[in-house]
């Protein structure tokens, strides 16, 4: 029986001067192929356009439909196309041909109107002898009556004309650079030049580069840039936006001014589509070159149709997002071409995107590109680069396979740790345990909890009180009460463990082991990825934290609210599961030996962790410093001097050599003149000294109980004497339940405290010319821990004073030190 749709087919191929065969697809396969050459037709993507321009809306369009029945004939002959989807467009073209015209001659009118644009060379002749040929196949029986063709479409099931499998609609967004006709692809039909592409504008060589190039297009890509610099410009006045144009060089000037110019007319300022229509396309060239299996590429193709049903609601919005995206790589504002760029797949009847957007993805598809995604970043050292690429945005070109570094790479990172941290590879991976703070969470933790309730300290001191600066930051932690602080500590953390790792001069397994830690402590404290953005970012923005070159804090709120609020984020593609036996990458303080620690004081740069053994390089430095203020070189003398200090200490001298001349102003005098009128040694001058300091009673040396000085430097010294080894971790803990227990029967707080602190380190400080400056920078260390301004400054501020009753309020989440009887459960 004569296949009616077939027979119209090759009927019209007479037309395009064919013989008439009632198989219009029986042509050589070689001969098909250079058939198609010769009409242009070097691929399945020009196949594709050609296919999709032969409609337009709302009239017919009789040269693009004859050549698209040539066209499909010829590529179903040269096997690049399915016979059933070319007889899916053949049926279209009948129908849209049958929707304009109601007869045959209808039809051969259509075309005698359109035989100049046909470009056939037998002139009007040829094309009357051609229309008549084609009658005298209806007459003879070989073709079919019009009647008889528009039945047989209307009774013909809509087949589709694209890729119809679920996995495969993902395809569709390639419109945006070629349409995909087929499910699978091949590197000669489908993406001709994607190696030389891929290579000279990508720089992609094979497929891990790929595999982290379109890691890199999903998590960030160009937009990242744009949007941040989107915002800086909206929270610019006039003058500081022309201020911010004029910093701009070379081929960021022509993206700056398009984007500025976006801004001024009120553009919408979204491009995302820019990034994931790219993604779909290096998707498809990896698949055509084979670096991709079909799976993988049919995941991050629907990676990208996910992404972007959620921030788009109709193809219209993709392709002007798109236009804007282009406009800023390009540094010319396109978006009056917006139009004429993409009417076609806007508009035709033919176009791959008259699906609805919305209609293209099953649930099925999506979850299996998101398991894929989040397979791609499941090992924890993607949790580190995420975390500290919101510092160094380009780490995230390494997401997906571990690229090889080169040596600048590796020279900048060993530099960075060696002059900023001063950790060298002699500490190995132990080394980076002492840089793991949850007290100094615990701390900021506290403060907010305190400050949310209107509990902090007093901001009057004996030494005077805070700055401004450290004040707005201390009463910005009111706002970060409902968030753990851990992520404001583990963050810097993490851009350690990847400076580690990029020096590769430290064992990989052992950071890999941190990481994995650094995972569980944040899964832990943290259920998702916007809560932990949300955190980081109010911490950030209370505290930010000055780069090395200047002293002006810059926040890094802006980049993290970036990760928070777009969905391709590698920090929402993280393995979020908490691992059962979790560990933290360093020893967590209890709130007692914590509270212990911090009778220090400003002797120390404030005491957040536990002291570990230190490197051979790092002992020496200790040694020296300890031999050169206490003339101690062995552990037993260290040992003895730790004790001294905590029976009797200097205060034992000032209460027997110095405290009996408060009692006798005369004899005081007397002493002060007899050494005045005679030369004196270096101990009569500093004896010397010390009296006078009795008699002017200074730093209120005469008044208050100069135990602190003594408490705080065996602190200090212990806490030396531990990172020697000269201590082991039971003598170490006695000397600091020794110096607790002493501060508590002695003081009843930290302000009591600190005033016997400045009066022992005022007194016994010897006579030099920086002692003015030595005191003054004294007294501002204490009010910061006094008070908390700024509040990383010290502990004291979120400390109970030993034996003290508790003050403090309980945080709102576990975020705290094991000890604290308030512990939320």
Not at 27 to 50: F, H, K, T
Not at 559 to 588: C, V, Y
């Amino acid at each position: 029986m004569v296949d009616p749709l077939s027979a119209w087919w090759a009927q019209q191929l007479v037309l395009c001067d064919w013989a008439f065969s009632p198989d219009p697809t029986a042509v050589e396969p070689a001969l098909a192929v250079q058939r198609l050459a010769d009409m242009e037709v070097a691929d399945r993507c020009e196949l594709g356009w050609r296919l999709i321009e032969a409609f337009s809306p709302g009239s017919v369009n009789p040269v693009g439909h004859l050549e698209s029945l040539e066209l499909l004939a010829l590529a179903v002959a040269a096997g690049w196309l399915p016979a059933e989807q070319a007889r899916a467009w053949v049926a279209r073209i009948a129908a849209d041909i049958c929707a304009h015209c109601n007869s045959l001659e209808d039809w051969l009118t259509v075309l005698r109107q359109a035989r100049s644009a046909l470009g056939w060379e037998r002139g009007e002749d040829g094309f009357l002898a051609a229309c008549e040929a084609l009658a005298a196949l209806e007459r003879e029986g070989a073709g079919i009556t019009w009647d008889l063709l528009a039945e047989t479409v209307r009774r013909l099931p809509q087949a589709p004309l694209w890729p119809s499998a679920p996995e495969a609609q993902a395809w569709r967004l390639r419109a945006a650079f070629a349409p995909a006709l087929v499910s699978g692809a091949e590197e000669a039909l489908d993406a001709p030049q994607s190696r030389a592409f891929l290579a000279e504008e990508w720089q992609v060589h094979d497929r891990d580069g790929l595999v982290r190039q379109l890691l890199w297009l999903a998590g960030q890509g160009d937009r990242y840039a744009w949007d941040l610099d989107a915002v800086r410009v909206l929270e610019a006045a006039g003058d500081a936006r022309e201020a911010w144009l004029a910093g701009q060089k070379g081929e960021t000037l022509a993206t700056a001014k398009v984007l500025l110019g976006f801004v001024e007319r009120g553009e919408t300022l979204e491009w995302a589509a820019w990034d994931w229509l790219r993604l779909v396309d290096l998707a498809y060239a990896g698949l055509a070159l084979g670096w991709l299996e079909a799976d993988e590429a049919e995941a991050f193709a629907h990676h990208a149709l996910d992404l972007i049903t959620r921030r788009y609601s109709d193809w219209v919005a993709v392709a002007t997002a798109y236009q804007r995206g282009r406009s800023l790589f390009e540094g010319r504002d396109r978006m009056g071409e917006l139009h004429r760029d993409w009417a076609l797949l806007l508009q035709s009847p033919a176009s791959p995107w008259r699906l609805p957007l919305n209609a293209l993805q099953d649930e099925a598809s999506r979850e299996a590109s998101r398991r894929a995604m989040r397979g791609w970043r499941a090992d924890p050292r993607h949790w580190v680069l995420a975390l500290a690429s919101v510092r160094e945005p380009e780490l995230l070109l390494r997401q997906g396979p571990v690229p090889t570094l080169s040596e600048a790479v590796r020279q900048e990172a060993r530099h960075y740790l060696q002059e900023v941290l001063g950790l060298y590879p002699d500490d190995g991976v132990d080394g980076l345990a002492r840089y793991w703070l949850p007290a100094q969470a615990h701390h900021l933790n506290q403060l907010a909890a305190d400050a949310d309730h209107g509990a902090l300290p007093s901001l009057v001191t004996p030494f005077g009180q805070p700055g401004a600066e450290g004040l707005a930051q201390r009463d910005a932690l009111r706002g970060c009460s409902r968030f753990s602080a851990t992520v404001h500590m583990a963050e810097k953390y993490a851009f350690y463990l990847q400076m580690a790792g990029d020096s590769e001069d430290f064992v990989a397994e052992g950071l890999a082991r941190l990481a994995e830690s650094l995972r569980g402590v944040l899964c832990h404290f943290y259920p998702d990825a916007r809560r932990l953005l949300n955190a980081w970012a109010c911490w950030e923005a209370a505290l930010p934290e000055p780069p090395l070159e200047q002293s002006t804090p810059v926040s890094l709120a802006h980049e993290i609210r970036w990760h928070r609020d777009d969905p391709g984020s590698p920090f929402h593609w993280l393995d979020w599961q908490i691992s059962a036996g979790w560990q933290e990458p360093g020893p967590r303080l209890s709130l007692p030996r914590f509270t212990a620690l911090a009778l220090v004081g400003p002797l120390n740069g404030g005491a957040w962790s536990e002291p570990l053994p230190e490197s051979d390089r790092e002992v020496a430095a200790i040694r020296e410093w300890i031999d050169g203020h206490y003339g101690l070189q062995e552990a037993e003398g260290l040992r003895e001097f730790l004790d001294f200090l905590l029976s009797a200490g200097d205060r034992q001298e000032y209460q027997i050599n110095y405290a009996p001349y408060t009692l006798n102003a005369a004899r005081l005098a007397s002493e002060i003149a007899t050494l005045e009128s005679d030369d004196c040694s270096e101990e009569e001058r500093n004896h010397l000294l010390r009296l006078k300091r009795v008699r002017d009673n200074d730093a209120s040396c005469n008044a208050f109980d100069m135990a602190a000085w003594d408490i705080a430097q065996a602190v200090d010294l212990a806490i030396a004497g531990r990172q020697l080894q000269w201590l082991s971790e039971a003598q170490f803990t006695a000397a600091l339940d020794r110096a607790a227990a002493l501060a508590a029967s002695h003081y009843s707080s930290w302000q009591a405290y600190a005033r016997g602190l400045y009066a022992g380190f005022s007194f016994f400080m010897g006579e030099t010319e920086e002692r003015g400056a030595f005191l003054k920078s004294f007294r501002e260390a204490m009010v910061s821990w006094l008070t908390g301004a700024p509040p990383l400054a010290g502990p004291w501020a979120s400390l109970d004073f030993p034996g003290a009753r508790p003050r403090h309020w309980a945080p709102m989440h576990i975020d705290t030190l094991p000890g604290d009887a308030r512990t939320l459960h």
